[in-house]
Nanobody, 116 residues
Framework: QVQLVESGGGLVEPGGSLRLSCAAS????????MSWYRQAPGKAREWVAV????????SYVDSVKGRFTISRDNAKNTVYLQMNTLNTEDTAVYYC?????????WGQGTRVTVSS
């Protein structure tokens, strides 16, 4: 049974940091590229970052470059999103996604609220 379980969301002030985690099970984690997406209130889901199965390559949406870092630990079947210098526009539900060829899985999301 495939599971992606996100954690680490919460309320943070502008300029603060959070680290999201996504624990995976039920599939060969190291084979899958892992991404983070987010969906702000009233907006479409947006891709944020991706990391290859081996972790040797990453890519980011322009709005988070230099502030967010995606990483993974294949021994722990976990992908992370370190988010620094958060601003109100980062407020969203953050989802992790696993993809390998035509297979794709989603987590249930974790809410991040950036507010003073």
């Amino acid at each position: 049974q495939v599971q992606l379980v996100e954690s680490g969301g919460g309320l943070v002030e502008p300029g603060g940091s959070l680290r999201l985690s996504c624990a995976a099970s039920g599939f060969t984690f190291s084979r899958y590229a892992m991404s983070w997406y987010r969906q702000a209130p009233g907006k479409a889901r947006e891709w944020v970052a991706v990391i290859t199965g081996t972790g040797d390559s990453t890519s980011y949406v322009d709005s988070v470059k230099g502030r967010f870092t995606i990483s993974r630990d294949n021994a722990k079947n976990t992908v992370y999103l370190q988010m620094n210098t958060l601003n109100t526009e980062d407020t969203a539900v953050y989802y992790c996604n696993a993809r390998y060829r035509s297979d794709g899985y989603w987590g249930q999301g974790t809410r991040v609220t950036v507010s003073s």
